[in-house]
């Protein structure tokens, strides 16, 4: 499916989750929860996303604005949080799940990937952290460097992720531009930048 096709018909949101990048930010010290703006091409907010504190499952709640009175996505946790948990996007305004995205669990001991899947959950691509030398680096020696991952579907790049390094804020700029024929449902893509703030950005 293109990610121009939204089931459900979301056409007077539509236009929000086709740019061709995106800044997600996130402030590393917060007492509950995480609170993650996402910001579209000229710096305006296109999104805001927050992660429910004290839920034994991963619960990310996306909404159009910091007033939370319209929800786009959800991004929710099968399961008690584990190694290679999937995590199912919905959209709520129609009740239409967008696909889901699976942590490989052993793999990502030493390098993270993550399997994207379709709403009838067959795997349709891939997001891996680029350098299994700088992954390890990370992990054993300092965690300042930056991550950075690509997305591909059919063996072709469909997208990337990259870390900008700051202490007090995380933030990941994704970028589709690759993606010229449409492969990767936007939405997925900008859940996956979400989870990858919080759920790999624990590893910092």
């Known amino acids: 499916m293109a990610y121009g096709d939204f089931s459900g018909g979301q ?23 995480a609170a993650f703006h996402i910001y579209d091409p000229n710096g305006e907010v296109a ?10 499952k991963e619960d990310i709640r996306v909404y159009t ?24 996007v919905v ?10 995205l699976k942590r490989k669990g052993m793999k990502s001991i030493l390098k993270d990937e993550w399997i994207i ?13 680029d350098s299994t030398a700088l992954a390890l680096v990370r992990r054993f020696l300092t965690n300042l460097i930056p991550q950075s991952f690509s997305g591909e579907i059919e063996g072709r790049q469909i997208c990337e992720f990259r870390q900008n390094f ?4 995380m933030k990941i ?19 996956a930048a979400i989870l990858l703030c919080a759920i790999e950005g624990r590893q910092q």
Do not use: C
């Open 11 to 33: 056409s007077g949101l539509q236009g929000v989750f086709l740019h061709d990048s995106y800044l997600v930010r996130r402030k590393i010290f917060k007492i509950f929860g």
């Open 47 to 56: 999104f805001y996303s927050k992660l429910k504190a004290f839920k034994l």
């Open 65 to 88: 604005s910091e007033d939370m009175r319209t929800e786009v996505l959800t991004i929710q946790a099968r399961n008690i949080i584990d190694f290679s948990a999937a995590y199912d």
């Open 91 to 100: 959209d709520p305004l129609y009740n239409t799940k967008v696909g889901a």
């Open 117 to 129: 899947l379709d709403p009838e959950d067959r795997e349709i691509g891939l997001i891996k952290e």
């Open 166 to 169: 700051n202490p007090f804020v």
């Open 173 to 191: 700029n994704l970028d589709f531009s690759m993606d010229t024929e449409g492969l990767l449902d936007r939405r997925l893509g900008i859940a």
